[in-house]
């Protein structure tokens, strides 16, 4: 068994890479169940911590998730053997490859072209966690006329959803842009590649939206039961 699956494309950067043979290949121990060689190496090379689930069982896990849009490849160590002394297969192929998902925004809060208020708190949901200070740093709500307008930050779900809002309430009656640059990166630290925007427009000065009946109008007459 080998997970991702071999070929496979889009696959979560947060993922881990497993690989099962059919025969123990470590031995069993109670002061140290994990230890035993590694399984394999990744190209291009990846920080992070492998361990034996159990006999038979390799797993990986990157520190910082895998790179995102990248293709990588997994070789299994040939010089590998089961606690028997058998060695792996020489006519199997050992190594594989997959192509993980780049990062890309998912979904957002309040729809595009929405009328916000003045506090308003605003989302945006990404396919993998994302670099806290990369995304802070290139995201940014200004006015048409380029007046930028400070915000604070709370993040959620491991990172792949942050909730902004602006610092001091919003002017009235004005059209916004929230923009996030195509150099906000995943904390890979693989960028966006495209430049997320989308517009809203702010609640209008208050004033009487509407009166019932109409006024000047005629007032239908009514004398009740």
């Known amino acids: 068994q080998r997970i991702p699956t071999p070929g496979g494309t889009e696959i979560n950067p947060a993922s881990a890479i497993v690989v099962a043979f059919n025969r123990p290949v470590v031995a ?5 169940p994990g230890s035993g060689p590694a399984a394999f190496t990744l ?10 689930l159990n006999t038979s069982t390799y797993v990986f896990h990157a520190a910082k998730g895998l790179g995102g849009g990248l293709t990588y490849t997994v070789h299994v160590d040939p ?10 297969d020489a006519n199997q192929t050992l190594d594989w490859t997959f192509t993980t998902s780049s990062p890309m925004v998912i979904g957002f809060n309040p729809a595009a072209s929405s009328r916000v208020l003045l506090d308003q708190e605003f989302s945006i949901e990404f ?12 995201l940014t709500l200004q006015s048409v006329n380029g ?26 009656n004005t059209s916004l ?15 966006l590649g495209t430049t ?11 004033a ?13 007459y009514y004398d009740g039961y």
Do not use: C, H
């Open 28 to 32: 069993l121990k109670a002061e140290d």
């Open 43 to 52: 190209e291009p090379a990846v920080e992070g911590q492998g361990t034996w």
């Open 177 to 191: 842009l929230m923009s996030l640059d195509q150099q906000a990166a995943a904390i890979s630290g693989t960028p």
């Open 196 to 206: 997320f925007s989308t517009d809203y427009q702010t609640v209008p000065p208050f």
């Open 127 to 138: 396919n993998q966690p994302m670099d806290r200070a990369s995304v802070e740093l290139n």
């Open 147 to 172: 007046e930028a307008y400070p915000l604070k930050f709370d993040w959620q779900d491991n990172d792949t959803k942050v909730i902004f809002q602006p610092v001091n309430l919003l002017p009235r």
């Open 79 to 88: 010089a590998l053997q089961s606690v028997e002394g058998l060695g792996l």
């Open 208 to 220: 009487v939206d509407n009166t019932s009946p109409v006024g000047e109008g005629p007032v239908p």
